[in-house]
């Protein structure tokens, strides 16, 4: 079964800095897209970074574009989000997942961890 399990949420103040990471096991990690997404209470789950299998391409949402930053670590089966500068509008759940695919897209992500709560006060 794959497995997915995010760490490093918290509380942290307007501007500050996270690091999520997201563990993997279950399947040949190298071989596939890594994302990140996030759900606010009431909103939909929205897309936040991806990462192609061998960390060449990287993709981001425009509203965390030049503050986080995505990586993957495939001998450690690892993906990361580096998260500065962050904002009140940023406080949601933040999911890891996988997909086949090099996507933006949440329907072709098919394996979800339980996600991490990221919290930013003003």
């Known amino acids: 079964q794959v497995q997915l399990v995010e760490s490093g949420g918290g509380l942290v103040q307007a501007g500050g800095s996270l690091r999520l990471s997201c563990a993997a096991s279950?399947?040949?990690?190298?071989?596939?897209?890594m994302g990140w997404f996030r759900q606010a209470p009431g909103k939909e789950r929205e897309f936040v970074a991806a990462i192609s299998w061998s960390g060449g391409s990287t993709y981001y949402a425009d509203s965390v574009k030049g503050r986080f930053t995505i990586s993957r670590d495939n001998a450690k089966n690892t993906v990361s989000l580096q998260m500065n500068s962050l904002k009140p509008e940023d406080t949601a759940v933040y999911y890891c997942?996988?997909?086949?695919?090099?996507?933006?897209?949440?329907?072709?992500?098919?394996?979800w961890g339980q996600g991490t709560q990221v919290t930013v006060s003003s």
């Open positions: 997942a996988t997909s086949t695919e090099v996507t933006m897209m949440r329907q072709l992500y098919d394996y």
């Open positions: 279950g399947r040949t990690f190298s071989d596939y897209t």
